[in-house]
């Protein structure tokens, strides 16, 4: 899974990405249409697509996912209608704001993967008794 983006500090997994969908009914918030797909049969259409190119390691409906993509794809990702984003870090805070605290809960939970372990007293030493 190397080709799938950078690993996790500390933690040797591929880093997952952040897929943020849009609200039922109001779109990507600029023009009002409706291309939202927040929950049922459109956000997992999305989902599903995305699982084509990658995988999705975890979901909180209605408009959040982790995936990991191959880099290649992370733009097609971006495109697909009703995807307000894919994040690698941070996300911007005009759409951290639209978030609800549930869901920012999620994000800063994945966020904080991000960060290094911190190292540990006896860290790489044997488990067994010395001898």
């Known amino acids: 899974m190397s080709d799938r983006g950078p690993r996790e500090p500390g933690w040797g997994v591929p880093r997952e990405l952040l897929l943020i969908l849009g609200d039922d009914g109001d779109g990507d918030g600029d023009d009002g249409d409706d291309t939202g797909v927040g929950g049922g049969a459109a956000a997992s259409a999305v989902l599903e697509r995305v699982a084509e190119w990658g995988q999705?390691?975890?979901?909180?409906?209605?408009?959040?996912?982790?995936?990991?993509?191959?880099?290649?794809?992370?733009?097609?990702?971006?495109?697909?209608?009703?995807?307000?984003?894919?994040?690698?870090?941070?996300?911007?805070?005009?759409?951290?704001?639209?978030?609800?605290?549930a869901e920012r809960l999620f994000v800063d939970g994945w966020l904080a993967r991000a960060q290094a372990k911190p190292p540990r007293a006896g860290d790489g030493r044997s488990w067994e008794p010395p001898t």
């Open 56 to 101: 999705v390691t975890a979901r909180f409906p209605p408009r959040l996912a982790l995936v990991l993509l191959p880099a290649e794809r992370v733009a097609d990702a971006r495109a697909l209608r009703g995807v307000r984003g894919v994040f690698a870090g941070d996300v911007p805070e005009e759409l951290a704001g639209t978030l609800r605290a």
